[in-house]
């Protein structure tokens, strides 16, 4: 069994709890993760996810060499907000440097608190579905 407890919470806002970034840990959060970016994409969905790290889940090379390379992929029209709140500081250093390396990452936000995160995704998921409410209304009354 890894160490990753994805789950989705009844609004939709996923949460990806990672006891530690083992290899398998790491292999499976990655699956996961460009399965959900295809089905959001393909739907133009909204990527909303609290990812909690426990104090035990420390950055590996492996696993920094992963989220860079995910990054990368993740389609550009694609609606992303993600919330992280670390046990262990030093992810959010690991974090910010994978940022760095992967140009125009802003939809990254670290917070204190699993309350904290869950209040500015229930925001972001707002103006999310505001946005494409408008969007809607405008394509009717063209047609």
């Known amino acids: 069994m890894t160490g990753f407890m994805p789950t989705e919470r009844p609004d939709g806002i996923l949460y990806w709890h990672y006891k530690d970034l083992r290899r398998d840990t790491t292999d499976a959060w990655i699956s996961l993760f460009r399965q959900t970016l295809k ?12 990812v909690h790290f426990d104090r035990e889940a ?8 992963e989220a860079i390379e995910a990054m990368k992929v993740i389609p550009p ?7 992280m709140v670390s046990e262990n500081k ?3 250093n690991i ?10 990452i802003d939809y990254i936000h670290f917070f204190d608190t699993d309350e904290q995160a869950i209040h500015w995704l229930t925001e972001c998921q707002n103006v999310f579905l505001a946005k494409n409410l408008m969007r ?7 047609t």
């Open 39 to 50: 089905k959001l994409d393909e739907e133009q969905g909204h990527f909303s996810c609290l």
């Open 58 to 65: 420390l950055p590996t090379p492996y696993a920094t060499k």
């Open 77 to 83: 029209n694609l609606v992303m907000s993600v919330a």
């Open 90 to 92: 030093m992810m959010f």
């Open 95 to 104: 974090v910010r440097f994978a940022m760095n390396t992967v140009s125009n």
């Open 136 to 142: 809607y209304e405008l394509t009717s009354t063209e």
